[in-house]
């Protein structure tokens, strides 16, 4: 969860190394402040989940380097919609077991994305009525053939940058406050010739908001594809 002045939390980010925070390049504001992580419900200090107990932990923003937006974004056009932040110091894993980086789509996987496949997006967007949540929302999605919002999105360019996604079996749409939020599924690679599981971010949400927030729709949103940036992303952290 990304917190800006007034602790307004507008966006969301994932972790993807134990500095770096990716999210969308329009969250990146001089408001930004702060970046609160494994946080579950808003509202209390101690998120208690099945009998265990845990607290946030926030991070400031790298005073040596600021977010890095990506070379090729357009903000009328929401193009190329991603970016990073670098946090002030190291999360430490081992000393906070609830807090976890997501994976990154390298490969070795062995099978791409299918229109069947169920993926998870994770955020603090509004819901009916335009209503804050208090706990942090889970949703399932489809991938969606990219011609279908090459139609409804015609004035956006629509590229391999981009992934086209349909509510899932909950008919969940994303909404204001979750731009920046991951969108994940469970990926299959080979590990010492074992097939293992592990949940790996392929989109983030850009252009993915309904007409009104908790409602039901048929038309399919436009995410960022984190793979169409992993060059991007690899040189900017190693660099």
Not at 95 to 117: E, F, G
Not at 141 to 152: D, S, W
Not at 212 to 218: I, V
């Amino acid at each position: 969860m990304l917190l800006y002045a007034e602790m307004k939390p507008l966006c969301g980010g994932s972790i993807i190394t134990d500095r770096y925070i990716l999210t969308a390049a329009h969250c990146i504001k001089p408001e930004l402040q702060r970046v609160r992580l494994g946080e579950h419900r808003i509202s209390t200090i101690r998120d208690c989940v099945s009998g265990v107990c845990q607290s946030f932990e926030e991070f400031g923003i790298d005073p040596y380097q600021k977010p890095q937006v990506h070379p090729n974004y357009r903000s009328l056009a929401n193009y190329k919609d991603i970016a990073l932040i670098k946090l002030d110091r190291t999360i430490d894993f081992a000393a906070h077991r609830h807090i976890k980086p997501v994976c990154l789509p390298i490969p070795p996987m062995i099978s791409p994305v299918l229109p069947s496949d169920d993926l998870i997006l994770a955020g603090w967007g509004l819901k009916e009525n335009d209503l804050p949540v208090d706990i942090l929302q889970k949703g399932i999605m489809k991938l969606e053939e990219l011609n279908r919002c090459e139609t409804l999105y015609s004035l956006y360019k629509v590229d391999d940058s981009r992934l086209c996604i349909q509510a899932g079996a909950n008919n969940s749409v994303s909404c204001r406050g979750d731009s920046g939020a991951p969108l994940f599924w469970k990926s299959e690679y080979i590990s010492n010739n074992y097939i293992l599981q592990r949940y790996t971010q392929i989109g983030l949400v850009s252009l993915g908001y309904g007409k009104e927030c908790g409602s039901l729709t048929s038309e399919p949103f436009m995410y960022e594809n984190v793979t169409d940036s992993l060059q991007w992303i690899t040189n900017a952290i190693l660099n």
